[in-house]
């Protein structure tokens, strides 16, 4: 999914929210497996919006990588810099302790 389903304001909101987290989870050198995709996938449920660092590549291959999570756990991906990316799946049940939308919005 692309950011396009949210406002510039949301994205310029998101975007300060993330400035602040660290990387929750980080592909190496096996790239995006299942099981990658799993843990990004429950990192989302938990969390709702994180970073993921992505492998160095050129432009054009850390969007695929990017689009590629995004697309497989059914997040949105609010931007992508350099090697990290902010990923956002809204959980109506999510754990407000857990929660980065709750805990730093």
């Given at each position: 999914?692309t950011?396009?389903?949210?406002?510039?304001?949301?994205?310029?909101?998101?975007?300060?929210?993330g400035?602040q987290l660290?990387?929750?989870?980080?592909?190496?050198?096996q790239?995006?497996?299942?099981?990658?995709?799993?843990e990004?996938?429950r990192a989302?449920?938990?969390?709702?919006?994180?970073?993921?660092?992505i492998?160095?590549?050129?432009?054009?291959?850390?969007?695929?990588?990017a689009n590629?999570?995004?697309e497989?756990?059914?997040?949105?991906?609010?931007?992508?810099i350099?090697?990290?990316v902010?990923?956002?799946r809204?959980?109506?049940?999510?754990?407000?302790?857990?929660s980065?939308?709750?805990?730093?919005?």
């Open positions: 999914m950011n396009s389903s949210l406002s510039n304001a949301d994205i310029k909101h998101l975007k300060g929210i400035h660290n990387p929750v989870v980080m592909i190496g050198g790239g995006v497996t299942p099981t990658v995709i799993e990004i996938g989302l449920s938990d969390h709702e919006l994180i970073k993921v660092k492998p160095a590549g050129s432009k054009a291959d850390r969007d695929a990588v590629a999570i995004a497989a756990t059914d997040a949105i991906l609010v931007t992508s350099g090697r990290m902010l990923l956002l809204r959980n109506l049940d999510a754990n407000p302790k857990l980065n939308l709750v805990r730093f919005g």
